[in-house]
């Protein structure tokens, strides 16, 4: 059963930076290339995707609205997943969650809350 726990979210001025953490487990990153993203949800709008990187190979690609200022890494050794934030903004305030396609079916985690806010 695959299970997907975030950890990182908190309160930050703007301008500053967050490491959010996606820890996998139930199937392993190494084995083949799964899609490992990062998705977040703003208050009273819809779920959006913000970060994808493959596994095996460590391709990356980013929504527009935060590519320049996130960083998305992943341990194979570890089985976990990063979204370094930096220059955040106000509008980046959302739950955050990670997500992994695995064996035909779409898992989440739980989410966690970045708030950016003066």
């Known amino acids: 059963q695959v299970q997907l726990v975030e950890s990182g979210g908190g309160l930050v001025q703007p301008g500053g930076s967050l490491r959010l953490s996606c820890v996998a487990s139930?199937?392993?990153?190494?084995?083949?290339?799964?899609?490992m993203n990062w998705y977040r949800q703003a208050p009273g709008k819809e779920r959006e995707w913000v970060a994808l990187?493959?596994?095996?190979?460590?391709?990356?690609n980013y929504a527009d609205s935060v590519k320049g200022r996130f960083t998305i890494s992943r341990d194979n050794a570890k089985n976990t997943v990063d979204l370094q934030m930096n220059g955040l903004k106000p509008e980046d305030t959302a739950v955050y969650y990670c997500n992994a396609y695995v064996n035909g079916g779409n898992s989440w985690g739980q989410g966690t809350q970045v708030t950016v806010s003066s």
């Open positions: 990187i493959l596994t095996r190979t460590g391709l990356t």
């Open positions: 139930g199937f392993t990153f190494s084995t083949q290339g799964y899609p």
